[in-house]
Nanobody, 126 residues
Framework: QVQLVESGGGLVQAGGSLRLSCAASGRTFSIYAMGWFRQAPGKERVFVAAIRWSGDSTYYADSVKGRFTISRDNAKNTVYLQMNSLEPEDTAVYYC???????????????????WGQGTQVTVSS
């Protein structure tokens, strides 16, 4: 079992930056692929970014490519999402997720992730 806790959300002006963190419990964090997803009001949850268990491969949604960076520190059981050049369209609740299979590849599908955090709100004002 893995518990995930996101932090770092808040209110920022367009063009600003935020860094989200996701702290994981459990000794096996280092073997899980991790992902970030977001959900805007009235919309479905969508993929943002993912990182392989080893950290050597990442994948981004087209809408955030070049602006967001996912990274992880396995020694700290934490995955990060650095968000730059934020736009009002980035406003959403952001969730981190873990693929519980272990040593798996990265995926953009919500169904591939077994564990989810409670989410953190990001609001970008124009």
């Amino acid at each position: 079992q893995v518990q995930l806790v996101e932090s770092g959300g808040g209110l920022v002006q367009a063009g600003g930056s935020l860094r989200l963190s996701c702290a994981a419990s459990g000794r096996t964090f280092s073997i899980y692929a991790m992902g970030w997803f977001r959900q805007a009001p009235g919309k479905e949850r969508v993929f943002v970014a993912a990182i392989r268990w080893s950290g050597d491969s990442t994948y981004y949604a087209d809408s955030v490519k070049g602006r967001f960076t996912i990274s992880r520190d396995n020694a700290k059981n934490t995955v990060y999402l650095q968000m730059n050049s934020l736009e009002p369209e980035d406003t959403a609740v952001y969730y981190c997720a873990a693929d519980g299979r272990g040593y798996g590849g990265i995926s953009s599908y919500t169904s591939r992730y077994d564990y989810w955090g409670q989410g953190t709100q990001v609001t970008v004002s124009s």
